[in-house]
Nanobody, 123 residues
Framework: VQLQAFGGGSVQAGGSLTLSCTRSSRSRQIMGWFRQAPGKEREFVAAISWSGINTYYADSVEDRFTISRDNANAENTVSLQMNSLKSEDTAVYYC?????????????????WGQGTLVTVSS
């Protein structure tokens, strides 16, 4: 299984970016986004169930970020719309594929990871 994340870039505070992630094969697994800032641990950002009905967000991004997925295409594309970006959102963002369990916030729940895409927010 291969995941590929893209869409990162540089933006000013208050701006928006959309990240996307494709999966090499169809799956009913939950898809998530995590991020890692320099010198910090990787942290949960958002996740979405296969059906799209259930979504999960970190408190720091709720009301600013929106996760969605398109199961109609072969790549099961998952997107993360990021609005009202802040300098503290600067990080490498990773998409991941894992189990729809009670551990969606845990990196250990996700056996498959993409390579990461850098988001830089300047104030």
């Amino acid at each position: 299984v291969q995941l590929q994340a893209f869409g990162g870039g540089s933006v000013q505070a208050g701006g928006s970016l959309t990240l996307s992630c494709t999966r090499s094969s169809r799956s009913r697994q939950i898809m998530g986004w995590f991020r890692q800032a320099p010198g910090k641990e990787r942290e949960f950002v958002a996740a979405i169930s296969w059906s799209g009905i259930n979504t999960y967000y970190a408190d720091s991004v709720e009301d600013r970020f929106t996760i969605s997925r398109d199961n109609a295409n072969a790549e099961n594309t998952v997107s993360l719309q990021m609005n009202s970006l802040k300098s503290e959102d600067t990080a490498v963002y990773y998409c991941a594929s894992g189990y729809d369990s009670g551990r969606v916030y845990d990196t250990g729940n996700y056996p498959y990871w993409g390579q990461g895409t850098l988001v830089t927010v300047s104030s």
